[in-house]
């Protein structure tokens, strides 16, 4: 399946690794929106920009990364694409702040060129997933892990088969911080995860989605798949597609 455009090149490096090449789905009618969709762990942009260009969302442009190749402590330190490390999956694993940060800044940076009026957003599987709630997180606080600004405005975050990195301090973000409330009440997010998934449990999916609402995330949508595995099936991406046109009005008209 061919690629519609050019890819934005690879080499780019944040922090101590490089990332990998990026590709892009341009959008086949009029363009309202664009979204940065990250791979899960081991995987790469090109095989989701496969899976996105065949989607009904005309008015989507995709923008598909390739996560750096990195040691992973879950594999005994064995390099694999990963946008950030990551030691095991329990609540008390702790979080690589400084991965997941210049992941999220990764993202911002390939939605910072985009024209004002195109409404952004960033969706993701698995470990692309935690990369997407966790720049959500910091779209609502307003600044990364280690505090630096961030930039980008978000309209729209999705997460399939993922989980919430840094959920223990969300509250702290939030409370007492009135612009983060109120972006946290009116963010529209949307987790989505398989009751048959062993990769990551279902039950990280649903106490991330009970993070967040309980947080005040009033927008956030949570969808589950009875025996689905970690991975995607047409059922849920007809969800996704559905989702994303209404929560960003987009029109639907092809060229």
Known sequence: MSFAGPSLGSGVRRGAFEFGKTHVVRPKGRHQ???VWLHGLG??????????????LPNIKWICPTAPTRPITLFGGFPSTAWFDVGDLSEDSPDDVEGLDAAAAHVANL?????????????GF????????????????????????YPANL????GLS?????????KNKIEGQEEAARRAASLPILLCH?????????????????????????????KSYNG????TIPEEMEDVCAWFTSKLGLDGRPT
């Open 33 to 35: 929106a664009t979204i």
């Open 43 to 56: 995987d790469n942009g090109s095989s989701w920009s496969q899976i996105l260009e065949t989607l009904p």
């Open 111 to 123: 939605l910072s060129t985009e024209p004002a009026d195109i409404k952004l957003g960033i969706g």
């Open 126 to 149: 698995s470990m692309g997933a935690a990369t997407s709630l966790y720049s959500a997180t910091c779209f609502i606080h307003g600044k990364y892990g280690i505090g630096n600004p």
């Open 155 to 158: 309209s729209a975050v999705v």
């Open 162 to 170: 993922g989980w919430l990195p840094c959920s223990k301090t969300l």
């Open 194 to 222: 398989g009751k048959g998934d062993d990769v990551v449990p279902y039950k990280f999916g649903e106490k991330s989605s009970l993070a967040l609402s309980s947080n005040g995330f009033q927008n956030m949508t949570f």
């Open 228 to 231: 689905l595995g970690h991975y």
